[in-house]
């Protein structure tokens, strides 16, 4: 890949890839696509399936046209590769110039003051010498570190508990006011990226930086040329958490954290504040408590009867308004104890904000639960009309790219969602021959989703194509109840019939090392849920069957998705036709998407929902999938998998 030369012909069309790599019709196709929008300051939805090459597509444009671009991706792994990877081998294939900034949230970076305060701060209990370990080696790493990104770190695992101490957030960073200002690694990390032609960001950053003027990307955007979002179907979530409100019980016990460790440094005397501290901290605890299990979205109507929760409420606001209280009272203390004073107060006011207001018309409160958090949240209904303020605050070019953004090639729901009615359009199909590579295969009499046996009915049917296929598979479940229900199911038939397949279930361990544990042993099984519906990339025979249990419709209980189709069917609108059933057809394209990574590439995906078959509009949902032969004979699945065709 090192010897790929890309150049621009001078009527600027793109010409053809030589030595080593070349570039497939569609990948040219697209790249032309981008570089005319580029040139227009227009907006391009460019949907380009499995094995395009979309990187190098808007790579090369990216580089060639010149100007400032922001490149922003749907993660941070993402992030790193390309600009580790894809962006180093395009740069030196295309000889241009350009400079490269790599641009993360502020909680990717030590923060000096906080480090120190952690070093200083006798009364933090590590419970264990891994932790007193781990404090060390980020000292040490802080002092040589020219960037302090925390990923150049690997001895500290990325989810360690010292994180969270001697990193910042955008409530407790002291800003201008920080005695290490000048040594900032986050400050840094901006003026690279200022300075630089290409900044990779990632869609949260860029929805929280440049939407709420936080992390520097405010003095970015004015002076870009270009904004490319790869992944671009994540969009639409990510648009709507940002643009929306939420205050949670971490920043709560955050808050509670710092104002203790401040309180012991900087106001020794003052024995009220502590006391405050522990009050609203118990609060806090408490009002998660009234909410029993994870994982739970309710709507604020229904949250608001459950018992103790609204008293619980107010008590946590009277302590908090206290605690408002001596804070300001001791602020000219210390800087630190300022910012804990502001932090707490602005926590207050949005607290306040969500219990008190009447339904805003256009958004939905809500409450949501995790293992140790509550968040009370507001969500806009839609996020296209604020969205489209931003593509017509200045003039660039803005790219949409994605291998899922389209229905049957129909951009509309995306256009809807996005505020993007003037945007063109292109859809790229892959370059893949998935008539021969793949077979969809969906099994004979299984009940309807709803009923209490399915789960169990479909591991039955897998079973057979499991066999067929010695393991080498993905099972991808639309809930975690249901992946942990297909686990201890699939556990029980391997070890009766003496199938010899590791079972690997995700939460085992990370992403990636679960990944690395499948591929090394070349016949597992994998059961995931929405963690491996996306972003994974498994070439070979270690991957040759996707098991999908269900059409990954979201459940109507959601709260905002309920006021997103009462919305629309009040307007007089078809909310599943137009929403949710576009919304199920992109997921599953990106579950499927997971079967056919390269042309050497053979498997089968068995989707057992019989309402692709027995529902109008299951004929909607595979014409949107890859062209494969589809078959409800297990005999032609078994077939395929002893090298016949179909």
């Not at 300001?328 to 207001?357: D, F, M, P, Y």
């Not at 090639?409 to 945007?423: E, K, P, T």
């Amino acid at each position: 890949m090192s010897d790929l030369v890309t150049i621009f012909s001078e009527n600027g069309l793109l010409a053809r890839t030589i030595s080593g790599y070349r570039a497939r019709p569609q990948q040219l196709e697209m790249a032309q696509a981008i570089a005319d929008t580029i040139t227009r300051h227009g907006v391009l939805l460019a949907e380009a399936g499995t094995g395009t090459g979309k990187t190098f597509a808007y790579l090369a444009p990216a580089l060639l046209m010149g100007g400032k671009v922001i490149l922003s991706t749907g993660t941070k792994t993402l992030q790193d590769q390309l600009f580790n990877r894809d962006i180093p081998t395009m740069r030196a294939a295309l000889k241009v110039p350009v400079t490269v900034a790599l641009l993360k949230g502020r909680t990717n970076y030590i923060c000096h003051y906080h480090l120190e305060r952690t070093l200083q701060a006798t009364h933090l209990s590590f419970t264990s010498r891994e932790e007193v370990s781990h404090l060390g080696l980020i000292e040490r790493y802080a002092k040589t570190s020219q960037h302090g990104d925390k990923s150049g770190l690997s001895k500290v695992p990325e989810n360690a508990p010292i994180w969270q101490h001697v990193t910042s957030t955008r409530d407790n960073c002291l800003g201008s006011e920080c005695p290490h200002y000048k040594q900032c690694f986050v400050m840094e990390a901006r003026k690279y990226a200022l300075a630089a032609d290409i900044v990779v960001v990632n869609h949260h950053l860029f929805f929280a930086d440049v939407m709420l003027r936080d992390e520097g990307l405010s003095e970015l955007l004015p002076a870009c040329n270009t904004v490319i979002f790869d992944e671009a179907h994540q969009l639409p979530e990510v648009a709507s958490l940002f643009f929306g409100e939420s205050v949670s019980t971490s920043q709560l016990l955050e808050l509670a954290r710092d104002a203790e460790a401040e309180a012991l440094l900087n106001a020794k005397d003052f024995v009220p504040l502590p006391e405050a501290v522990a009050a609203m901290e118990k609060a806090t605890r408490d009002l998660r408590l009234t909410i029993a299990g994870e994982n739970i979205r309710l709507p604020s109507a229904t949250v608001m009867q459950t018992p103790g929760f609204k008293d619980t409420l107010v008590i946590l606001q009277d302590k908090l308004t206290l605690l408002v209280s001596l804070l300001e009272n001791q602020a000219v203390r210390s800087q630190g104890l300022e910012n804990c004073w502001r932090r707490a107060a602005t926590i207050l006011a949005n607290i306040k904000h969500w219990h008190e207001q009447i339904e805003n018309e256009g958004y939905v409160r809500w409450v949501e639960t995790f293992s140790h958090t509550l968040q009370l949240n507001a969500t806009p209904l839609s996020v296209a009309e604020i969205f489209n303020k931003q593509l017509n605050a200045s003039l660039r070019a803005w790219i949409f790219t994605s291998a899922t953004l389209a229905v049957k090639n129909d951009f509309s729901h995306y256009r809807q969602a996005m505020g993007l009615a003037a945007a063109q359009s292109i859809s790229l199909s892959s370059p893949f021959d998935f008539s021969h590579q793949a077979l969809l295969y969906v099994p004979t009499h299984l009940p309807n989703p709803n009923d209490r046996s399915y789960t169990e009915c479909a591991v039955k049917a897998a079973l057979p194509v499991l066999r067929a296929s010695r393991g080498r598979a993905f099972f991808l479940c639309t809930s975690l109840r249901a992946m942990q229900q297909v686990y201890a199911l699939l556990q029980a038939r391997l070890a009766y019939e003496q199938l010899d397949f590791p079972l690997l279930l995700q939460g085992q361990g990370s992403r990636t090392a679960m990944l690395e544990r499948f591929r090394e042993a070349g016949n597992a099984i994998l059961i995931g849920s929405q963690s491996f519906w996306e972003g994974i990339d498994v070439r070979g025979e270690a991957l040759s069957l996707v098991i999908i249990d269900k059409l990954p419709f979201a459940s109507p209980d959601d709260p905002v998705l309920s006021a997103r189709i009462e919305k629309i069917n009040k307007e007089g609108r078809n909310a599943f036709m137009e929403y949710q059933l576009p919304r199920a057809i992109i997921n599953l394209k990106q579950g499927a998407g997971r079967l056919i990574r390269d042309e050497h590439d053979r498997g089968v995906l068995m989707i057992c929902d019989p309402r692709l078959i027995s529902q109008s509009y299951g004929k909607r949902i595979w014409q949107s999938l890859p062209p494969m032969k589809r078959t409800r004979n297990l005999t032609d699945v078994e077939h395929f998998f002893a090298g016949n065709k179909p």
